[in-house]
């Protein structure tokens, strides 16, 4: 993992003032939604693929395959690509 800052993940290495890209497919999606400022109902009804629950699942990391259409969806809806929210590549940059 790069050592690209994110806002509102917080950084155990730096005494919590800095920010650190989360480790997991569902911290990333979780970390993506909460600085989006939306709650799980509302990303879940922007995919239009998955119910609140399963996004539960995802962010908790529960479900860790979510179906290929699934990603896309939270992908687009999170302005990110699919390969930053299942591995981290192409770590988002908070100032573009």
Not at 14 to 25: A, K, L, R, Y
Not at 27 to 32: F, K, N, Y
Not at 55 to 83: D, F, H, M, W, Y
């Amino acid at each position: 993992m790069n050592g690209r800052r994110m806002p509102g993940v917080a950084c155990p290495h730096c005494g919590g003032s800095g920010t650190v890209p989360p480790d997991t497919m569902g911290q990333r999606i979780r970390a993506l939604r909460v600085q989006a400022g939306w709650k799980q109902s509302e990303l879940a009804a922007k995919t239009g693929l998955i119910s609140e629950k399963n996004l539960g699942c995802i962010e908790q990391g529960s479900n860790q395959n979510p179906p290929l259409a699934a990603l896309r969806a939270l992908a687009k809806a999170l302005g990110v690509t699919v390969g930053y929210l299942v591995d981290g590549e192409n770590f988002p940059d908070p100032l573009a």
